[in-house]
């Protein structure tokens, strides 16, 4: 990065690299660019298809998971949740590198760009292997940690450690979707995972009930269209980096720019985890029907959070080409576009929300106590979307500014603030459906809220607004 707001030059322009189908826009002309909502719904749809793909693997693997039993269905589910907890912190792959991407194809540096790709692959490598081989020696251990036993254990520990070559490929699309991302492409992101969860599909019916791998089956069969995934990405940041002259093999000095920066988005997203942990332990502690009607209001809350993260993908995106092409006042304003956008989404789903809140329970439940105590959770995330669009969208404005540092120290600072609310409503044990209703409204509303006054006051200097690649 080479200098801030003050004294800045405009760049020249950036060249769209062979082989990436032409989705790399030239710089031209103010009067001749494409408008913010265009170039908004060009990087957000696509990416909303690609960041659903995760969480349909996810659900196809319990669909097939779930006719062999009840313990490999228990196995599965506890096998995963430390899986992609693992892989929810390496998501800084992605994040670091496509701003890394996007500020030099605005600064008119192609093959920079691409070196800053290959870093972050190699990246991804290095580190996937070596949580690969620690999760496969650590797989038991890991799992008696949660107080697994019998079958169970057995069926948990099969899956966490056929699940482990995957794991290396899952970094790699990270990696290499944060490249194409960069370089202003969501849409073979999109294509890829459509391909990868259709694969993933039929090799997990061959694997499970065809050859009788049981719980294995399902891991392998994820793993192998991960790989085929990732041998994709692979295929086409190589083939771009030697038709460029851009050597293929790791440069140290970019690998540890790439880890510096992605230690600091870690911290960021440890944050984000931690505060949702703490949640849910309190959650636990209002019973059963409480955390019933709670995991359903996060999961309603993350489908809902897709969207708005697709938003904030197209900032990343967006705010890096503006930012390394050196157009400060492009970027304020496409910033403020972004947030407005971000606002009204909110609004929109939260009305959505607040209508459906009472029949949506009927959904996923019998049980008329977790209805009721869901309805009250929903009206609170209804009320909170405007101010999750705010956040997510700001989050993704500063990500893609390479604002790391300032973001991981924000997300220290709202836990600070948050941990003690969550142990107001702990300490007080609001009764019944109402102990779920304060628990959202200091998730929903008071987490968010410091957040989005951390990000918000960010914002509003030029401190994040470093130009140049």
Known sequence: MSSNVTGAKRNGRAVCPAGYGGNVPQTVAPAARPSHAREILRLAVPAFGALIAEPLFLLADSAIVGHLGVNQLAGV???????????????????????????????????????AGRDGVWLALLLGAALAVAGFVAAGPLVDLFGAGGEVRGFAVDYLRWSMPGLIAMLLIFAGTGVLRGLQDTRTPLVVATAGFALNIALNWILVYGLNFSVAGSALGTSIAQWAMAAVYLVMVGRNARRHGVSLRPDWRGIRTMTTVGSWLMLRTLSLRLAILATVLVATSQGAVNLAAHQLT????????????????????????????????????????????????GVVTGALLAVAAPWTGLLFTSDGAVQSALTGALWILAAGQPLAGFVFVLDGVLIGAGDARYLAIAGVVNLAFYLPLLAA????????????????AAFGLGYMLARGVTLGVRSRNDKWMVLGS
């Open 77 to 115: 589910g506890l096998a995963s949740t430390l899986l992609h907890t693992a892989v929810g912190l390496m998501v800084f792959l992605a994040y670091s590198t496509t701003p890394a991407v996007a500020r030099a194809i605005g600064d008119g540096k192609l093959t920079k760009a691409l070196a």
């Open 298 to 345: 996060m999961t309603i809350f993350s489908f809902l959070a897709f969207a708005l993260d697709a938003l904030a993908i197209a900032a990343q995106a967006l705010i890096g080409k503006e930012l390394g092409a050196a157009r400060p006042a492009e970027a304020r304003e496409l910033t403020r576009t972004m947030i407005r956008w971000g606002l009204g989404f």
């Open 425 to 440: 409503v702990h300490l007080t044990r609001p009764e019944g459906a109402a102990g779920l209703l304060w628990l959202w």
